[in-house]
Each structure stands twice: as C-alpha cells, then as structure tokens.
C-alpha cells in the first residue's frame, strides 16, 4: 500500500466516506449504473469476486447436505397473501406484473422479494411421509425489494443473494439447522472475508416478517457504523399451516413440518470494501479474490524481463494461484496504481537486477511491505504471504471492532457516545419495544442484536430504569 495516494479519483474516506466508497465501487470496476433507477450492473471484476463467495459457500452448504433449487421469479398475489405478516412486511417493498403481453392478467404477479411462498407451495404438493424429511434447499438467484433509497451492494432495487429453505420433522431439528447456517455464515465472514463479527439474536421489532425467531451476524465498518451481514431464521411451523404443509409421521398421523430460511447477498462485497479498503481502492481477502497475484515485469524492454516474469506466471498457475502479468506498455507507477485499486493481494516485481541475483520482490496490498525472495522459494513465499494478508486483514479488523464497543448507563449517554465515537454501544435492557423505539427516537440508534455471548453491566434498562437481563447491542446501520 503506498503511503501516497496514487488514484485521484477516489475521495478520501476521512473526507467522505460515502463518496470514498462509490468511487471505489465504480472506479474499481465492480458496478455500473443501470438505465432502470436503484439497479446496477455487476461487472467482470465485480461478478468474479461473487462467483468467488458462491463457489466457496456452496460447497460448505453441500457439506451439510443442502441441494440447490430453481424457483420462479414471479409469485401469484393470493399465494403471498397466505401468511399475513409476510405479506405486510414486504407490500412496500414489492413489485408487480399485471399485464402479460397485450393482456391484463386475471391476478397480480409480484416479482419475489424472498421465497417462502413458493418453497410452501412446492412442499405442499410434493412432501408426504417423515421418511422425505429433511429437505435441505438452497437457491442462488437475484430478487427485487423497491428501495427508496439505494446504494450499490448495500441496498438496490435487485439483489444477488442466495436463499436456504428447510423443512424437519421436528423444532429441535429445525432450531439446530438455524444455529448451524448462522455459524457458518460467520466462520465464512471470519475465515474467508476476515471480518469479525457479533453473534445474535434479532429483536422481535427487528426479526424476519413471519418468523418466530432471526439470528444474525453483524460487522463493523471503518466509519464504525454496523452491517448486518447474514440472517438466519426459525419459523417453526407457521409456514407450513398457513399453506398446508403436511406430513404422515412416525404414528401415521397428519403433521406440519417446522421450516427454516437463511440468506446472504451481494452485500457482502460491500462490506469487504467498507471493513478493508482504503484511500488507494479496494484491498481483498486472497480467497475470494479474483486475481491472487499480479506479476509485473520491470524494465520489461530489457532482453529477458518478459520471459522472466512469464515463467513466474506459469510457475504460480501450476501451483493453483490466479495470477496474470501485465505486459503492457503503461509505466510501472500507473500498473501499481491501477491493481492497488482492484484489491490484488499480491505483487510480484522482476527486472534485470532481480534476474541477474536470481530473485524477486512480493508486495502485499495490505500493508505495503515488500519482501525479496529466492526465485527457486517462489511458490511457498507467495502462498506464505497470501496468508500473512488474511492475517493482517482480520486482526485490523478486529481491532477496530473490539475498541469501539462501548458500555452505555442511559439513552442520554448512549448517544453522546454515538456521536463523539461511533460503534457498537452495549446496553442493558428490559424487552420492552417501547424502550427499543426510545432508543431509536432520541439517539438515532436501531437495536442490532441481543449478543449471545452476555455481559451483566447493571440491573436495570438503561432506556427505563426496570429491571433487565439481557444486554443489547445498538449502532448506526446501512
């Protein structure tokens, strides 16, 4: 990372964070806007990072027997109204197909802000004995939500994302399933794109339209406001009376099964770039990481500099890395530039002097820090670097975690807090939504999550004064 900023296109973050972000979404060729307001294109470089996520967290749904599924984009108006809340919670959001072709149809068709419909639906026709059970489905595919305001990967009028929907033949099997999806959404966050994250439990103000219980990991940004990154939900069985799911069990009786869904976007591009970036463009996790390592040849008019470096190329290819060299003719200081900005984790330089003393120098995106290295080491010293970036990544980004979680004895110092700090502010709180929208009103704070790893800070809430026993996390959120 140069210490001076190269890309003068990119806004500062300390100047505006905003602005610093969405420059970096287009300038690094992630997005572009479309021509239909609060909807992007998600370009090469942008998509290979997606496809990156899904590759990876495919396979670890695969690992716990999770298939994946194709549902229909369109969902019939009578079928969202069956379960009520659902409906409510997504009208606003919802968008609608009433003419087909030169015909108005006979019913309204919403384009799917989430799938539970469609999944019941599915279910009540196919599902018949306990001996099916589980059925464990996922989808990968892009919904619409009407967003007033949006931004991209944060919010926007389309989303890509994938969609888990199980049904079990008991709450015990339904509840585990939900608790072993949140973990692996935050052992994903934590492992692959090295950003820590708060386990818990959602609020019943802030839970999932229709569901018994939201869990769900949150993050914290550079800016210090919070993210949430993934939700998993338990529904028990109120899905599958709604659309009569049923099931003859062990006692040759007719049963609901109890259902489960869980979900993560391209929203977590955008907290990559929020929890790594900086002023130079966007700095990326190896794992997901379109290119791994950059090779650029120095002084590459010189006899043997092009066939040097190309050898490399060949060299970390056959060692399973995604490399590319840049041969081109722009200079050295805009090459640098230009793969500071894509986020590559790992440059390799060589020139004739490198050549002559058999080595090379790798630098890493996170830190700068530049290490030379025997040629014949190439293959261990890059993969050893490629860690020590993961490494660097999460323990900064733990770090702004952990020193900006604050302890708060009223709404009055919560907010002071809040606006001289930022972060996540800790509370004690009664369970009442009363104290939950106190909050909210007076210092600008939604309720983020109630922890499951517990601190008792008082006896009472600090929103009302009665007594309390759980402590709640608060902060800004996108």
């Known amino acids: 990372m140069a210490k001076d900023k190269k890309v003068e296109q990119i806004t500062d973050m300390e100047v505006d964070f905003a602005q610093w972000y969405t420059d970096i979404c287009r300038k690094a060729e992630l997005v572009e806007y479309a021509s239909v307001k609060g909807f992007t294109i998600l370009r090469p470089y942008g998509y290979a990072i997606w496809e990156n996520m899904q590759r990876i967290m495919d396979a670890e749904f695969k690992k716990t027997g999770h298939q994946n599924v194709a549902m229909p984009v369109l969902i019939p108006e009578s079928l969202l109204k069956k379960e009520g809340e659902l409906v409510n919670g997504f009208a606003p959001e919802c968008a609608w197909v ?19 419909t469609m999944f ?3 279910w009540s026709r196919v599902l018949h004995s306990y001996r099916e059970l589980p059925m464990l489905y996922n989808q990968w ?35 585990a399933e939900t608790e072993q999806q949140l973990n692996c959404y935050a052992d994903f966050y934590e492992k692959v ?69 869980w979900g993560s976007t391209t929203r977590m591009i955008g907290a990559v770039i929020m929890a790594h970036g900086d002023n130079n463009g966007l700095v990326l996790p190896p794992q997901i990481a379109p290119i791994q390592v950059i090779i650029l040849p120095v002084a ?8 040097a470096a190309a050898a490399l190329k060949e060299r970390l290819a056959a060692a ?48 700068g820090v530049k290490t030379v290295i025997a040629l014949d080491k190439l293959e261990d010293a890059a993969q050893e670097q490629l860690a020590l970036v993961q490494q660097g990544l999460y323990e900064k980004a733990r770090r702004n975690l952990d020193e900006h979680c604050w302890p708060a004895f009223s709404v009055e110092e919560a907010k002071k807090l809040q606006e001289e700090k930022g ?32 601190e008792k800070l008082s006896d ?18 996108y």
């Open 98 to 116: 009433t003419q087909g072709g030169s015909e108005e149809l006979e019913e309204r068709l919403a384009f799917r802000p989430t799938s539970e």
């Open 120 to 122: 019941c639906d599915h």
């Open 141 to 175: 595919c892009s919904v619409i939500r009407w967003e007033k305001t949006t931004r991209p990967f944060l919010r926007s009028r389309e989303f890509w994302w994938q969609e888990g929907h199980t049904i079990h033949e008991t709450a015990e099997e339904a509840m």
């Open 193 to 261: 794109l090295a950003i820590p994250v708060v386990k818990g439990r959602k609020t019943d103000k802030e839970k999932f339209a229709g569901a018994e219980a939201t869990y769900t990991v949150e993050c914290m940004m550079k800016d210090h406001k919070a993210l949430q990154g993934a939700t998993s939900h338990y529904f028990g069985d109120k899905f599958s009376r709604a659309y009569d799911v049923t099931f003859t069990g062990r006692d040759n009786k007719l049963q609901y099964p109890f259902q489960t869904s």
């Open 300 to 307: 590459q008019h010189k006899p043997g500099v092009l066939e």
């Open 320 to 367: 399973g890395l995604r490399v590319q060299m840049d041969d081109s003719d722009n200079s050295m200081g805009w090459k640098c530039a230009q793969y500071e900005m894509k986020g590559v984790p790992l440059r390799v330089e060589i020139g004739p002097r490198d050549i002559e003393n058999s080595q090379c120098v790798l630098v890493r995106r996170n830190d």
């Open 423 to 454: 972060g996540f502010i800790k509370t004690m709180w009664c369970g009442d939504v009363a104290c939950e929208q106190k909050m909210k009103d007076e210092a600008g704070m939604s309720s983020r999550c109630i922890p499951f790893e517990q």
């Open 460 to 477: 009472v809430c600090a929103c009302c004064g009665r007594p309390a026993d759980k402590m709640l996390f608060w902060g800004v959120a």
